[in-house]
Nanobody, 117 residues
Framework: QVQLVESGGGLVQAGGSLRLSCAASESIFSFNAMGWYRQAPGKQRELVASITGGGSTSYSDSVKGRFTISRDIAKNTVYLQMNSLKPEDTAVYYC???????????WGQGTQVTVSS
């Protein structure tokens, strides 16, 4: 029923920037919150950034000051602007949404981000 489609991943040198997009199949106001997770091989899945329906944002300590989560309500899209990328940012990045009322969690297919030294 709900589809989340990530895009924007790729290969970038350390210090570079990427912008990830998460396009939802319905209004982002259908969800209590949306966020970006990442998972590197052999590592625990990590919540990177989140944004509530009211627009409040939160970030993990590892990305504060470098990443920014934002949204375009008209496009049903959430973005993750990633600046000053480091090799340790290398991971598959997943979009997540928690639906209002049912609290059902939805996940995108993931997009690979690779940062070279």
């Amino acid at each position: 029923q709900v589809q989340l489609v990530e895009s924007g991943g790729g290969l970038v040198q350390a210090g570079g920037s990427l912008r990830l997009s998460c396009a939802a199949s319905e209004s982002i106001f259908s969800f209590n919150a949306m966020g970006w997770y990442r998972q590197a091989p052999g590592k625990q899945r990590e919540l990177v950034a989140s944004i509530t329906g009211g627009g409040s944002t939160s970030y993990s300590d590892s990305v504060k000051g470098r990443f920014t989560i934002s949204r375009d309500i008209a496009k049903n899209t959430v973005y993750l602007q990633m600046n000053s990328l480091k090799p340790e940012d290398t991971a598959v990045y997943y979009c997540n949404a928690k639906r209002t009322i049912t609290a059902t969690l939805y996940w995108g297919q993931g997009t690979q981000v690779t940062v070279s030294s």
